[in-house]
């Protein structure tokens, strides 16, 4: 009996100013995953799944995060 497909998981990288995102979207795909790299708040809640690059700095990370608008003050 066959089984249903299952669609790709809508994977996000949080672009907030702070790390090298393009080497990341290029290790999701030597996965055969596809990601997208973006800063809008839309898509980030409409993810499956969220990538949060660069937590070695921190500080800097949050205020990118608040800046664009993806979470509260």
């Keep these: ?6 669609s790709e998981p809508n994977i ?5 100013g702070v790390g090298n995102l393009h080497n990341l979207r290029q ?3 030597h996965q055969r995953a596809d990601a997208v790299i973006t800063e ?5 809640a409409k993810a499956d799944a969220l ?3 660069g937590v070695g700095a ?5 205020e990118g995060l ?3 608008g993806l979470m509260e003050n």
Aim: hydrophobic share 55%; aromatic share 10%.
């Design 27 to 29: 290790a999701f795909r």
């Design 1 to 6: 009996m066959p089984t249903a497909s299952m």
């Design 40 to 44: 809008d708040a839309a898509a980030v």
């Design 66 to 68: 608040k800046r664009r």
């Design 12 to 16: 996000c990288i949080i672009d907030y």
């Design 51 to 53: 990538v949060l690059p």
């Design 58 to 62: 921190f500080a800097s990370g949050m």
